[in-house]
Each structure stands twice: as structure tokens, then as C-alpha cells.
């Protein structure tokens, strides 16, 4: 494990940056892959209130998991500011890579890294740390960030992604979920900006050949966010085959 820490550790120095609304176009990722699993998963965030109501991100994303260590996936995004069309904004390839399990903290670890090419700005390494924990109905899972634009001195960016949810009944579950920034490499703060606020999951078996999940919920904004919205509306839809 200390070598598989290691790389963790140098991949979240890696240059990436930032959305302009944490959470917006996101999803906070599990610390396991399942072998031969392919998804088809599309995501839609919507900012309600304030001066940047309206303005809303939508990811189609295609994945494999080519090994139970490895996932590698595809995916286009579209960002629409108030009073303009939705745009393409950038194109990206993710992969996860699994550590395995820690048992001294009971939690499972992985990184993961997105490289991503922006077509209306500079492009963009994301980083994360991946850890989730699971026992029984109850999952919970945080995902530490380093971004950084590739452009010449910028700093690199922090923010976290985090999520914890309890099976209420077969394939239901309910739960919170949290985004937010964490300043950057010059200067680090937890008074920036942040999301977070209720969420369901429903999972319905046998969808053709594979499963749908259905994901809803609501963030309220935080600190700085307020400056911008009151919160984002949050929708998620994936076909697992």
C-alpha cells in the first residue's frame, strides 16, 4: 500500500480547474470498480436563484471497466450561462485506479484523473483521491480534488466532493451529498464556496439487459456560493450493462 499511496499522493500534485459552481456537472465517485461494467450515465445540474440563475452544466459520459482495478470512460460536456444557448464546452477521458482496501480505517481507496480539452478556454488536468466506506446499507464516500488549468503559473486548485447515503428499502436510498472549494496551492481556506443538501437514489433491476439508476436532489448554497445562487437543482440518470 505505501507504493500505491505514493502515486496517490504525486497524481493529486498534478496540474486541472475548477468549475464555476462545485457540483454543478459532478458526480462523487465510488472507491471500486467492478470488472467488465459498461455505463452509459448522463448528469444535469441547474443553479436556482441569484444572479447566475439558470445557468446549468449536462454531461453524456461512456465507461468500462476493463479490469476490477481499472475504469477508463469518455464524456462530453455542455454549460448554458442565463440568456444564452447551451454550448459544447469541453471534451474530457477520466480512468480510475483502484488501491485497494485499507483495513486499518476500514475504507476503500483509488485515484483518479481526468485530462480534459476545453474548447472555449485552456485545458485542464482534474485529480482526485477517492475513499468510500461501506457497511451494510450505508455508503459513504469522499473525494478530494486538485485542479489546475495548463497554463503558465497558476495555482493549483482544491475542492472536495463528498456523499453518505442509507438504503431505506430495496434499491432506495437517501442521503446528502456536499461540493465545495478549498482554496488554492497560494492560499488555502474553507471559506469559499460550497453546496450541499438532500439526495435519493432509486436503482430498478432488469432494464433491458442491464439496470437503470435514477439520482435527484437538491444543494443549498454556502459561504461565497451565496454570492452567485441560493442553490443547484441535481439530476443523474445511468444504464449499467
Known amino acids: 500500500m505505501n507504493r500505491h499511496w505514493l502515486i496517490a499522493a504525486l497524481v493529486l500534485l498534478a496540474p486541472s480547474a475548477a468549475d464555476a459552481a462545485p457540483g454543478l456537472d459532478d458526480v462523487v465517485y465510488g472507491a471500486t470498480v467492478e470488472a467488465g461494467r459498461s455505463e452509459i450515465e448522463t448528469r444535469y445540474g441547474r443553479l436556482a436563484g441569484g444572479p447566475a440563475d439558470g445557468a446549468d452544466a449536462f454531461v453524456i459520459e461512456a465507461s468500462h471497466a476493463f479490469t476490477s482495478r481499472f475504469y477508463a470512460a469518455g464524456l462530453a460536456a455542455f454549460e448554458r450561462d442565463p440568456g444564452s444557448g ?37 485545458d485542464n488536468l482534474e485529480t482526485k483521491l477517492l475513499l468510500e466506506r461501506r457497511k451494510g446499507p450505508f455508503d459513504a464516500r469522499l473525494n478530494l480534488i486538485a485542479e489546475r488549468q495548463f497554463v503558465s503559473g497558476d495555482p493549483v486548485d482544491f475542492g472536495y466532493a463528498a456523499s453518505a447515503d ?44 442491464g439496470e437503470l439508476e435514477l439520482r435527484a ?21 445511468e444504464y449499467e450493462f
Open 86 to 122: 447551451r454550448r459544447l464546452d469541453a471534451l474530457a477521458l477520466e480512468g480510475i485506479y483502484t488501491l485497494g482496501h485499507v483495513k486499518s480505517l476500514d475504507l476503500d481507496a483509488a485515484i483518479y484523473v481526468e485530462v480534459e480539452h476545453a474548447l472555449h478556454g485552456p
Open 166 to 209: 442509507y438504503e431505506i428499502a430495496d434499491d432506495i436510498s437517501l442521503g446528502v451529498e456536499a461540493f465545495g472549494e478549498l482554496g488554492t496551492s497560494r492560499s488555502l481556506t474553507t471559506r469559499s464556496e460550497h453546496y450541499v443538501g438532500p439526495a435519493a437514489k432509486i436503482e430498478l433491476d432488469h432494464a433491458g439487459p
Open 217 to 237: 436532489g437538491y444543494l443549498f448554497a454556502v459561504d461565497r456560493a451565496r454570492d452567485d445562487a441560493r442553490g443547484q437543482l441535481r439530476f443523474g440518470l
